[in-house]
C-alpha cells in the first residue's frame, strides 16, 4: 500500500487547498507585475503545483527546504500564509523578508523554508548544511531542496550530492524536470537521464513520470524522507512536469521554442483540475465542496493582495539592516 492510501480527507483537501493558492497567487503576481505593481519580473509555478505540494506535504514539522528562482510555490507548499509572501514581492515591510528579498529571494523560516535565490543551483548546498546541522545535533530533520533541469548541470550539484552521500546526510535533491531552462530543451544539453546520475553517489535514484499526479509525488518524496529520517542518507528525486507559462512574466523571447501539440498535452494534464476531478470521482469530496474550497482560496488571494496593497514601505532607515554584521548609518553612506 503507497503512504498516499493512508491520508485522511483533510490532508486531500489541504492538497488541493494548497496547489490553489499556488495557482492563484502566481496567476495574480503575474497581473501585478504586467501592471507594474512587483518590480522586476515573477517566475510562476503555474502547471507545476503537484509536484511543489506533493514533496512539501512529506515533509513534517521542523524539517527544511530550499528553493530556485521559480519559488513563490515552494514555501506555499510548506504551509506559509499568503500576505506576507505577497507584500515580499511588492517590496512592503510586511513582507516575509521585509521587503528586502523580494520574488527571488523568498524565505520563511516560520515553516522551514531557508530561502531561494536567482543564482542557479545556489540553494542547493544550503540544505545539505541543514542536513549536516540535523546530523551534528541528532536531530530527525531532513532537507529537501529543489532544482531545475538546468542546475541539474551545475558542478555545486554533483559536490552537494558527493558530500551527501559521504556523511550520509538526511537530504533529498529533488529535480523539476519540466524539460527547459528558459527555452533551452533539456534533452540538448543533458546527456541520459538526470535520475540515473544518483547511482554515481550511491543513492537511490525515483523517477515520477506523472509529476502531475500530487499523491505519486507525495508517495515518491515520503519514501526518501523515511530513508532519510532513518539515518541511511540522500536519494534523487526527479520528478517530470510541465510549466504553462513562459520562463518568466513579461519575457520577451521567440516563443517558438515549444511545440503547439506538446503544450496542448501538458495543458491537458493540469494538475489541479486533475485532482479535483480525481477527489469527487472517488466519492472524497463532492462537487460544491470543491467549489467551497476554490471559493475559500481566491477569498485568500484577494486578503492577500489587499494585505500587501495596504502594508508600510520600508523606512530609509532600515536600508542596510540584516545586511552587514557591522551597522550602518544611513546617513553616514548617502
Known sequence: MTLSASLDKDLLLEMQRRMLRIRLFDERASKMVKRGFIPGTVH???????????ACMALAKGDHMTGNHRSHGHP???????????????????????????????ADYAVGSLGESGI??????????????AQVMNEKRVALTFFGDGAANQGVLYESMNMASAWKLPVIFLCENNHYALSTPAHTVTGGR???????????????ENGQDVLEVYDAVAEAVARARRGEGPSLVEVMTYRFREHSEGLRINTD???ANEREFWL????????????????IASAAEMDAVEAEIAQEVEDCVAFATESPDPDRSVAFADLYSDAYLLEDVL
Open 44 to 54: 510562476t509555478s503555474i502547471g507545476q503545483e503537484a509536484q511543489v505540494v506533493g
Open 76 to 106: 506555499i507548499g510548506m504551509g506559509s500564509p499568503l500576505g506576507p509572501l505577497m507584500a515580499e514581492l511588492v517590496g512592503k515591510a510586511t513582507g516575509v523578508c521585509k521587503g528586502k528579498g523580494g520574488s527571488l529571494h523568498l
Open 120 to 133: 542557479t543551483g545556489s540553494s542547493i548546498p544550503i540544505a545539505v548544511g541543514a542536513g549536516l546541522s
Open 194 to 208: 538526470i535520475v540515473d546520475r544518483a547511482f554515481g553517489f550511491g543513492m537511490p535514484g525515483i523517477r515520477v
Open 257 to 259: 521554442y515549444r511545440d
Open 268 to 283: 491537458s494534464r493540469d494538475p489541479v483540475a486533475l485532482f479535483r476531478a480525481m477527489l469527487i470521482e472517488r466519492g
